[in-house]
Protein backbone atom coordinates (compact mmCIF):
# COMPACT_ATOMS: atom_id res chain seq x y z
CA UNK A 1 0.00 0.00 0.00
CA UNK A 2 1.60 3.39 -0.87
CA UNK A 3 0.63 5.53 2.06
CA UNK A 4 2.61 8.36 0.76
CA UNK A 5 1.90 11.52 -1.34
CA UNK A 6 3.00 10.77 -4.85
CA UNK A 7 6.13 13.15 -6.25
CA UNK A 8 3.72 14.72 -8.53
CA UNK A 9 1.81 16.07 -5.91
CA UNK A 10 4.75 17.50 -3.95
CA UNK A 11 5.93 19.16 -7.36
CA UNK A 12 2.24 20.33 -8.48
CA UNK A 13 2.52 24.16 -7.30
CA UNK A 14 6.38 24.59 -8.49
CA UNK A 15 6.49 23.30 -12.03
CA UNK A 16 6.22 26.47 -13.46
CA UNK A 17 9.30 26.56 -11.80
CA UNK A 18 11.38 24.18 -13.82
CA UNK A 19 11.95 25.10 -17.05
CA UNK A 20 15.44 25.54 -18.65
CA UNK A 21 18.07 23.03 -18.09
CA UNK A 22 17.18 21.39 -15.19
CA UNK A 23 19.52 19.50 -13.11
CA UNK A 24 17.70 16.57 -10.61
CA UNK A 25 20.52 16.07 -8.29
CA UNK A 26 20.35 12.80 -6.82
CA UNK A 27 17.36 11.62 -8.87
CA UNK A 28 17.31 8.08 -7.93
CA UNK A 29 14.24 6.07 -9.30
CA UNK A 30 12.09 9.32 -9.45
CA UNK A 31 10.71 10.08 -12.97
CA UNK A 32 9.89 14.18 -12.90
CA UNK A 33 10.15 14.49 -16.52
CA UNK A 34 6.66 15.10 -17.67
CA UNK A 35 6.88 18.05 -14.71
CA UNK A 36 10.12 19.99 -17.07
CA UNK A 37 9.72 22.62 -18.99
CA UNK A 38 13.24 22.11 -20.75
CA UNK A 39 15.75 20.28 -20.82
CA UNK A 40 16.07 18.10 -17.74
CA UNK A 41 19.21 16.06 -16.89
CA UNK A 42 19.48 13.75 -14.08
CA UNK A 43 22.50 12.97 -11.75
CA UNK A 44 23.41 10.13 -9.46
CA UNK A 45 26.12 8.23 -8.67
CA UNK A 46 26.90 4.62 -10.53
CA UNK A 47 25.85 2.60 -7.33
CA UNK A 48 23.29 4.05 -6.12
CA UNK A 49 19.03 3.44 -6.08
CA UNK A 50 18.09 4.20 -9.91
CA UNK A 51 16.61 3.82 -13.04
CA UNK A 52 18.08 3.61 -16.39
CA UNK A 53 17.61 7.18 -17.30
CA UNK A 54 20.80 9.08 -15.73
CA UNK A 55 22.42 11.62 -17.68
CA UNK A 56 25.49 12.61 -15.18
CA UNK A 57 26.99 10.18 -13.15
CA UNK A 58 29.32 11.55 -10.94
CA UNK A 59 29.74 12.40 -7.19
CA UNK A 60 27.45 15.62 -6.28
CA UNK A 61 30.59 17.74 -5.10
CA UNK A 62 31.97 17.05 -8.64
CA UNK A 63 29.76 17.63 -11.23
CA UNK A 64 30.86 17.88 -14.66
CA UNK A 65 29.54 20.97 -16.33
CA UNK A 66 30.63 24.63 -16.63
CA UNK A 67 30.06 27.26 -14.07
CA UNK A 68 26.65 28.44 -14.45
CA UNK A 69 25.13 27.00 -16.50
CA UNK A 70 21.85 25.44 -15.19
CA UNK A 71 18.81 27.13 -14.96
CA UNK A 72 17.16 24.94 -12.38
CA UNK A 73 18.46 22.60 -9.45
CA UNK A 74 16.26 20.25 -7.83
CA UNK A 75 17.94 18.63 -4.99
CA UNK A 76 14.60 16.68 -2.89
CA UNK A 77 15.64 14.15 0.54
CA UNK A 78 19.23 13.85 -1.41
CA UNK A 79 21.34 15.41 1.31
CA UNK A 80 20.99 14.18 4.40
CA UNK A 81 22.11 11.03 2.37
CA UNK A 82 25.82 12.91 2.01
CA UNK A 83 28.71 12.96 4.36
CA UNK A 84 29.99 16.74 2.85
CA UNK A 85 26.49 18.18 2.02
CA UNK A 86 28.38 21.87 2.36
CA UNK A 87 30.96 20.88 -0.11
CA UNK A 88 27.96 19.89 -2.22
CA UNK A 89 26.05 22.86 -1.58
CA UNK A 90 29.35 25.24 -2.53
CA UNK A 91 29.31 23.11 -5.79
CA UNK A 92 25.07 24.02 -6.49
CA UNK A 93 26.00 27.36 -6.50
CA UNK A 94 29.30 26.80 -8.76
CA UNK A 95 26.91 25.14 -11.84
CA UNK A 96 24.05 26.98 -11.09
CA UNK A 97 23.06 30.58 -12.84
CA UNK A 98 23.11 34.22 -11.24
CA UNK A 99 19.35 34.04 -9.93
CA UNK A 100 18.87 30.66 -11.27
CA UNK A 101 16.40 28.52 -8.90
CA UNK A 102 17.33 25.92 -6.05
CA UNK A 103 14.46 23.45 -4.98
CA UNK A 104 15.78 22.24 -1.49
CA UNK A 105 13.96 19.97 0.15
CA UNK A 106 15.25 17.87 3.37
CA UNK A 107 13.76 15.89 5.92
CA UNK A 108 13.39 16.90 9.65
CA UNK A 109 10.78 14.42 11.68
CA UNK A 110 11.52 11.11 9.53
CA UNK A 111 13.39 7.61 10.67
CA UNK A 112 16.83 6.90 9.90
CA UNK A 113 16.26 5.75 6.04
CA UNK A 114 19.74 4.29 5.01
CA UNK A 115 20.52 5.00 1.08
CA UNK A 116 23.13 3.46 1.34
CA UNK A 117 23.67 6.24 4.67
CA UNK A 118 21.67 8.52 6.29
CA UNK A 119 23.83 11.28 8.10
CA UNK A 120 21.65 14.27 9.30
CA UNK A 121 18.13 16.14 9.77
CA UNK A 122 17.72 19.91 9.07
CA UNK A 123 15.30 22.25 10.83
CA UNK A 124 14.23 25.30 9.01
CA UNK A 125 16.39 27.56 10.21
CA UNK A 126 19.40 25.18 9.55
CA UNK A 127 18.43 25.07 5.93
CA UNK A 128 18.26 28.90 6.11
CA UNK A 129 21.68 29.02 7.29
CA UNK A 130 22.47 26.26 4.76
CA UNK A 131 21.40 28.15 2.10
CA UNK A 132 22.83 31.48 3.37
CA UNK A 133 26.69 30.13 3.42
CA UNK A 134 26.57 29.03 0.20
CA UNK A 135 25.45 32.31 -2.06
CA UNK A 136 21.74 31.53 -1.87
CA UNK A 137 19.33 33.67 -1.14
CA UNK A 138 16.27 32.20 0.51
CA UNK A 139 12.63 32.90 -0.83
CA UNK A 140 10.48 30.41 0.60
CA UNK A 141 10.88 27.64 3.33
CA UNK A 142 7.92 25.56 4.37
CA UNK A 143 6.67 21.94 5.45
CA UNK A 144 6.13 19.95 2.37
CA UNK A 145 3.82 17.37 3.95
CA UNK A 146 0.32 17.67 6.43
CA UNK A 147 1.06 16.49 9.49
CA UNK A 148 -0.24 12.97 9.27
CA UNK A 149 2.77 12.18 6.79
CA UNK A 150 4.84 12.93 10.01
CA UNK A 151 3.03 10.29 11.87
CA UNK A 152 3.12 8.26 9.07
CA UNK A 153 6.90 7.76 8.94
CA UNK A 154 6.43 6.97 12.81
CA UNK A 155 3.81 4.12 12.19
CA UNK A 156 5.41 1.96 9.07
CA UNK A 157 8.71 2.25 10.80
CA UNK A 158 7.00 0.90 13.77
CA UNK A 159 5.28 -2.00 12.69
CA UNK A 160 7.37 -2.94 10.10
CA UNK A 161 10.46 -3.36 12.87
CA UNK A 162 8.66 -6.40 13.32
CA UNK A 163 6.68 -9.35 12.20
CA UNK A 164 3.60 -10.42 14.32
CA UNK A 165 0.41 -11.11 14.55
CA UNK A 166 -0.43 -7.93 16.80
CA UNK A 167 1.91 -5.42 14.01
CA UNK A 168 -0.42 -7.24 10.75
CA UNK A 169 -3.74 -6.12 12.92
CA UNK A 170 -2.47 -2.75 13.17
CA UNK A 171 -1.05 -2.27 9.72
CA UNK A 172 -4.60 -3.17 8.54
CA UNK A 173 -6.11 -0.18 11.11
CA UNK A 174 -3.60 2.58 10.20
CA UNK A 175 -2.79 2.03 6.79
CA UNK A 176 -5.88 2.37 5.17
CA UNK A 177 -6.45 6.10 7.16
CA UNK A 178 -3.26 7.17 6.92
CA UNK A 179 -2.94 6.98 3.19
CA UNK A 180 -6.77 8.93 3.24
CA UNK A 181 -5.36 11.49 5.41
CA UNK A 182 -1.62 11.79 3.97
CA UNK A 183 -3.30 12.51 0.67
CA UNK A 184 -6.12 14.47 1.40
CA UNK A 185 -5.78 16.53 4.68
CA UNK A 186 -4.07 20.39 4.49
CA UNK A 187 -3.37 20.67 8.00
CA UNK A 188 0.37 21.60 8.54
CA UNK A 189 2.17 22.30 11.56
CA UNK A 190 5.60 23.46 10.67
CA UNK A 191 7.13 22.87 13.71
CA UNK A 192 6.43 19.32 13.53
CA UNK A 193 7.41 18.84 9.98
CA UNK A 194 8.26 15.79 8.08
CA UNK A 195 10.47 17.64 5.90
CA UNK A 196 11.05 21.30 4.89
CA UNK A 197 11.43 22.98 0.96
CA UNK A 198 13.32 25.65 0.82
CA UNK A 199 13.31 27.56 -2.45
CA UNK A 200 16.44 30.14 -3.18
CA UNK A 201 18.26 31.81 -5.77
CA UNK A 202 21.84 32.00 -6.16
CA UNK A 203 23.09 35.14 -5.33
CA UNK A 204 24.91 36.78 -8.57
CA UNK A 205 28.33 36.64 -8.96
CA UNK A 206 30.38 39.79 -8.46
Same mark, same amino acid.
Given at each position: ??? @? ?6 ? =?????? @? ?31 ? &?? &?????? #? ?17 ? %?? =?? %?? &?????? =? =???? %? ?27 ? *? ?5 ? *????? @? ?25 ? &? ?11 ? #? ?11 ? %??? *? ?14
Amino acid at each position: MQI @FPPIEKEY =ENYRHL @FRGKVLNAGAGDRDISKMIDGELFNQDIAHGLH &ND &NIHIYS #PLHKIPKPDGFFDVIICNA %VL =EH %VA &NPEEIM =E =EFAR %VLRDDGILYLGLPFLQPEHKDPTDFQRYT *ADGMIAL *ANRHM @FSVDKIESVHNIYVTFAWIVVYWLSAR &NSVRNFLLKIIFY #PVLTVLCRLSDEH %VFA *AASCFRLLGRRIPRV
